[in-house]
């Protein structure tokens, strides 16, 4: 669970209260599934998380979303690379941001663990094809093998919600976002928490698994039009892109042989915010 790692987007989209009411929500909810994790006895590394800036835009970006978290009360820590003036390090990062207490789970661990526990029935493999407000205030939802009438539904369909109501068609679009995962190596790892960069616009999210398998996804903005679908194929000419960006910063690593590739479909927003709330 990494989070904050560009702040000030969020400051300037919503304003210094909005931003930080925004931010004590995600450390709360960070905090929530901590505690499902230990109830549940699913197994989680809470190393904290790592934002590592390439140029001097990061690097005064970075600066000032951690004066202005501190100032708020949340503990994250900057350091400058390769120097005082930032110059950079070995690698070509200059700057890094940390933030304590971030973690890594298994989500499918997690999910199937609070389902068996909660004694709720579940319907798997059963898309609901769609969604009808009653005239007593309650809902009614189709889908493939069977039909629900309830007081309240909740709608967390992600990509998938302009299909299934109207309203959302022109507030969620399909966004594909691409993995591969390598190999493991006995080597020392290089990247032993979850760690994001951005190059010319190109984002990525990468890490180390305990095995030494190296895991990274992102790289969408330079294959967008291609990437603006709900076809969940794998794009190999993306995929050969963040090989070579990970060659470039991690050389040590190019040569571990990739042995999955997937891509999963995202909702994305128009301004990349959250939408919670009742349907109108």
């Known amino acids: 669970i990494q989070h904050g790692s560009r702040g000030l987007h969020i400051f300037e989209l919503l304003g210094h209260d909005a931003a930080k009411q925004l931010r004590t929500q995600l450390t709360e909810n960070r905090s929530m599934v901590r505690a499902f994790c230990d109830q549940f006895n699913v197994p989680y590394i809470a190393d904290g998380s790592q934002y590592l800036g390439i140029d001097a835009e990061d690097r005064a970006d970075m600066q000032a979303s951690a004066r202005a978290l501190q100032a708020d009360g949340f503990e ?3 350091e400058e690379l390769g120097g005082p003036n930032g110059h950079g390090d070995e690698r070509g990062f200059r700057s890094r941001l940390f933030q304590p207490g971030d973690m890594a789970l298994q989500p499918y661990i997690l999910v199937t663990r609070m389902m068996a526990a ?3 029935r579940v319907e798997e493999n059963c898309e609901v094809r769609t969604i009808e407000q009653l005239a007593n205030g309650g809902v009614r939802l189709q889908a493939r093998r069977i039909t629900v009438e309830c007081g309240e539904a909740i709608l967390a369909t992600n990509a998938y919600s302009r299909i299934l109501h109207p309203y959302f068609r022109d507030k969620v679009f399909p966004t594909r976002g691409q993995i591969f ?3 493991p190596t006995a080597a020392e790892r290089v990247l032993p928490i979850p760690t994001g960069s951005t ?3 190109r984002y990525f999210y990468y890490r ?18 291609e990437e603006q679908t709900y076809g969940d194929e794998v794009n190999l000419p993306l995929q050969e892109s963040m090989h070579g960006w990970l060659a470039q910063h991690y050389p040590e690593l190019a040569d571990l042989r990739i042995t999955h590739r997937w891509a999963g479909i995202l909702g994305y927003s128009v301004d990349a915010m959250p939408l919670i709330g009742r349907l109108p």
């Open 76 to 78: 994250v820590q900057y």
């Open 118 to 120: 909660s004694g709720a």
């Open 181 to 183: 995962v390598t190999e």
């Open 199 to 201: 190059e010319e616009g």
């Open 208 to 225: 180390q698994l305990p095995d030494g398998r190296v895991l990274i996804g992102g790289n969408r903005k330079p294959f967008l039009a």
